[in-house]
């Protein structure tokens, strides 16, 4: 084959071979760009589908102490209403002590009136003593034992405390957790003006953070525990020292047995009296328990009504516009602030009823004690004070 050999001739114009290699570069360029552009996508989506995923764990990390938090703070709200349930009982116990001694002391006041030769210490004198003894035993011990379970309460509402303000915080970040998992690149585009200001990173590690509450949830742990020990010991005191009194009680009357022979009918009435005034003063505190029981439980949803009023006062601008939901808000505000006012009204009369039946109560012992006075010795005085003391299981 033969060659054909042609000389090259000058370029006379553009310069192709720059040309071209100037359109190879930016061929070369815009696919760089085009997989630099693919490449970002990427790794935009892989980011944004890890820290979703990491934002999820956080946000269950979260429901799980929170949860944790509201079964614990459930469980010391019932302990230490228990508690003081049993605070009431004791007092109601140490209270009872006193009729006892009194006419303890009473009666061996009046039986030193007696005459020789009868004036001596017999068995009815010994029982009395050990009864006494006995009363005011019982008395100290139930003030100290009132002592501790206040303490107790002290100690559970301060944990209670430190579990609504942990779960407060639980609530408030997994609130804002959980809407940073719904954003997305459309959502964020209102949002990013609200964001501006830059707030303290906290120095705690996720382990830090949680042993926070798994220590608050231990302390409350640890306070219920306690708190059931003493309220079982509490119990079993009761229990005890009210068998102790039944049994001294029973004892003494043996020994009073044979000078019990007539109960005049006037105290007999005035007792009855006196058991109607005790049931009905009963009933009263127990209609102005419920009342305050009531107040708290509308002042809960007042509190709560007030809260969503507050709450939408913050929305922007056109937002704020008294809808159907607003309107509402207003009349539930004023409907509970006027059945708060009303049970208050009732509080305060339910505490004048029981100032009347306590008036009526210490009248009826007054003269039940006037009545006894006038009674003998033994056969009357003694034995007609002591059939008031009834000493029921505490």
Same mark, same amino acid.
């Given at each position: 084959?033969?060659?054909?050999?042609?000389?090259?001739?000058?370029?006379?114009?553009?310069?192709?071979?720059?040309?071209?290699?100037?359109?190879?570069?930016?061929?070369?360029?815009?696919?760089?760009?085009?997989?630099?552009?693919?490449?970002?996508?990427?790794?935009?989506?892989?980011?944004?589908?890890?820290?979703? *995923?990491?934002?999820?764990?956080?946000?269950?990390?979260?429901?799980?102490?929170?949860?944790?938090?509201?079964?614990?703070?459930?469980?010391?709200?019932?302990?230490?209403?228990?508690?003081?349930?049993?605070?009431?009982?004791?007092?109601?116990?140490?209270?009872?002590?006193?009729?006892?001694?009194?006419?303890?002391?009473?009666?061996?006041?009046?039986?030193? *009136?007696?005459?020789?030769?009868?004036?001596?210490?017999?068995?009815?004198?010994?029982?009395?003593?050990?009864?006494?003894?006995?009363?005011?035993?019982?008395?100290?011990?139930?003030?100290?034992?009132?002592?501790?379970?206040?303490?107790?309460?002290?100690?559970?509402?301060?944990?209670?405390?430190?579990?609504?303000?942990?779960?407060?915080?639980?609530?408030?970040?997994?609130?804002?957790?959980?809407?940073?998992?719904?954003?997305?690149?459309?959502?964020?585009?209102?949002?990013?003006?609200?964001?501006?200001? *830059?707030?303290? $990173? $906290?120095?705690?590690?996720?382990?830090?953070?949680?042993?926070?509450?798994?220590?608050?949830?231990?302390?409350?742990?640890?306070?219920?525990?306690?708190?059931?020990?003493?309220?079982?010991?509490?119990?079993?005191?009761?229990?005890?020292?009210?068998?102790?009194?039944?049994?001294?009680?029973?004892?003494?009357?043996?020994?009073?047995?044979?000078?019990?022979?007539?109960?005049?009918?006037?105290?007999?009435?005035?007792?009855?009296?006196?058991?109607?005034?005790?049931?009905?003063?009963?009933?009263?505190?127990?209609?102005?328990?419920?009342?305050?029981?009531?107040?708290?439980?509308?002042?809960?949803?007042?509190?709560?009504?007030?809260?969503?009023?507050?709450?939408?006062?913050?929305?922007?601008?056109?937002?704020?516009?008294?809808?159907?939901?607003?309107?509402?808000?207003?009349?539930?505000?004023?409907?509970?602030?006027?059945?708060?006012?009303?049970?208050?009204?009732?509080?305060?009369?339910?505490?004048?009823?029981?100032?009347?039946?306590?008036?009526?109560?210490?009248?009826?012992?007054?003269?039940?004690?006037?009545?006894? $006075?006038?009674?003998?010795?033994?056969?009357?005085?003694?034995?007609?004070?002591?059939?008031?003391?009834?000493?029921?299981?505490?």
């Amino acid at each position: 084959m033969s060659l054909v050999v042609r000389r090259s001739q000058p370029n006379r114009g553009a310069n192709l071979a720059s040309i071209k290699e100037a359109q190879s570069r930016s061929e070369l360029f815009r696919a760089e760009i085009t997989r630099l552009i693919r490449e970002s996508e990427k790794a935009c989506k892989r980011l944004q589908e890890d820290e979703d *995923k990491r934002l999820d764990q956080r946000v269950r990390d979260i429901a799980f102490l929170k949860t944790e938090l509201e079964l614990k703070l459930e469980e010391m709200m019932l302990e230490t209403d228990d508690l003081v349930a049993l605070q009431s009982r004791v007092a109601k116990a140490a209270g009872s002590c006193s009729e006892p001694l009194r006419v303890t002391l009473f009666c061996l006041d009046e039986r030193k *009136k007696r005459s020789p030769p009868d004036l001596l210490t017999d068995e009815v004198d010994e029982e009395l003593l050990k009864e006494k003894e006995l009363v005011e035993g019982v008395a100290s011990l139930l003030q100290h034992i009132t002592q501790q379970i206040t303490e107790q309460i002290r100690l559970n509402r301060s944990i209670k405390h430190r579990l609504e303000r942990d779960l407060a915080e639980k609530s408030q970040a997994h609130g804002i957790d959980d809407s940073c998992t719904l954003m997305s690149k459309l959502s964020l585009h209102g949002a990013l003006k609200t964001s501006t200001s *830059k707030s303290p $990173s $906290s120095s705690l590690t996720p382990k830090e953070w949680e042993e926070i509450s798994e220590k608050n949830i231990a302390k409350a742990e640890q306070q219920k525990t306690h708190s059931q020990a003493l309220r079982v010991l509490v119990q079993s005191l009761l229990g005890q020292t009210a068998s102790d009194l039944q049994n001294q009680l029973q004892t003494t009357a043996a020994a009073f047995q044979h000078n019990v022979q007539e109960i005049k009918n006037s105290k007999s009435k005035m007792e009855e009296q006196l058991t109607k005034v005790l049931s009905e003063l009963a009933s009263q505190q127990k209609m102005r328990d419920d009342i305050q029981v009531a107040i708290a439980e509308n002042n809960h949803f007042l509190k709560v009504a007030q809260k969503r009023l507050a709450e939408r006062h913050q929305r922007p601008g056109k937002e704020r516009c008294r809808d159907p939901a607003q309107l509402q808000l207003h009349r539930e505000v004023q409907q509970l602030t006027a059945h708060v006012a009303r049970l208050k009204e009732a509080a305060v009369q339910s505490e004048e009823e029981q100032r009347a039946l306590t008036r009526c109560q210490l009248e009826l012992e007054q003269n039940i004690e006037i009545k006894s $006075s006038s009674l003998y010795m033994d056969e009357v005085v003694c034995l007609q004070q002591r059939e008031s003391v009834v000493i029921h299981d505490f």
